[in-house]
T-cell receptor, first 114, second 115 residues
């Protein structure tokens, strides 16, 4: 299984809502990532988890809260978002740096904040 | 600091022709990897090809090959026999041994294959 899955595919939420994005992989990868991507732009790194511990937080606003319950699962909790947070949110996974460290990307969740 | 530059925001190629996408990078690290990722419209980002810096031989995957010029810090992607399904955004990316699994992406090249 070389797949990263993300749910939901689409999400529309108001600025007062609380929602969560979910990401799952069963490749035995121990590094997982959240990215934000605007149209025609490269992915922007938000968070990195390595061995279920947060290793990188790219100064992301606190209205985004990541969680890594186990080595296969990654969540992104959303609260009090702004319209400018509307984007494609990508999850990825990889082995920690070693011989093979390509990142496998999920299909993304397209988020619209009203 | 690590940087990746893609100087061609948009390119087009006739079906069955060959096209080359440019990428230059900068890093002071000696142990690093380079990648080309493809993101078709509204579809998943997938790895096209990767190159380990310590390998002198250029990587090849079917119709895709790279020209890795280490001294010039250049990593171009050549697509031969272009197909309609090659229409996509292409991102060049760099990761190094000391950057905590972090990828550095270029700004991307939007490639359109014309029938």
């Amino acid at each position: 299984d070389t797949e990263v899955t993300q749910t939901p595919k689409h999400l529309v939420m108001g600025m007062t809502n609380k929602k969560s994005l979910k990401c799952e992989q069963h490749m035995g990868h121990r590094a997982m990532y959240w990215y934000k991507q605007k149209a025609k732009k490269p992915p922007e790194l938000m968070f990195v988890y390595s061995y279920e511990k947060l290793s990188i937080n790219e100064s992301v606003p606190s209205r985004f809260s990541p969680e890594c319950p186990n080595s296969s699962l990654l969540n992104l909790h959303l609260h009090a978002l702004q319209p400018e947070d509307s984007a494609l949110y990508l999850c990825a996974s990889s082995q920690p740096f070693g011989d093979i460290n390509e990142q496998f990307f999920g299909p993304g969740t397209r988020l619209t904040v009203l | 600091a690590q940087t990746v530059t893609q100087s061609q925001p948009e390119m087009s190629v006739q079906e069955a022709e060959t096209v080359t996408l440019s990428c230059t990078y900068d890093t002071s690290e000696s142990n690093y990897y380079l990648f080309w990722y493809k993101q078709p419209p509204s579809r998943q980002m997938i790895l096209v090809i990767r190159q380990e810096a310590y390998k002198q031989q250029n990587a090849t995957e079917n119709r895709f090959s790279v020209n890795f010029q280490k001294a010039a810090k250049s990593f171009s992607l050549k697509i031969s026999d272009s197909q309609l399904g090659d229409t996509a955004m292409y991102f060049c990316a760099l990761t190094t041994a000391n950057t905590g699994n972090q990828f550095y992406f270029g700004t991307g090249t939007s490639l359109t294959v014309i029938p």
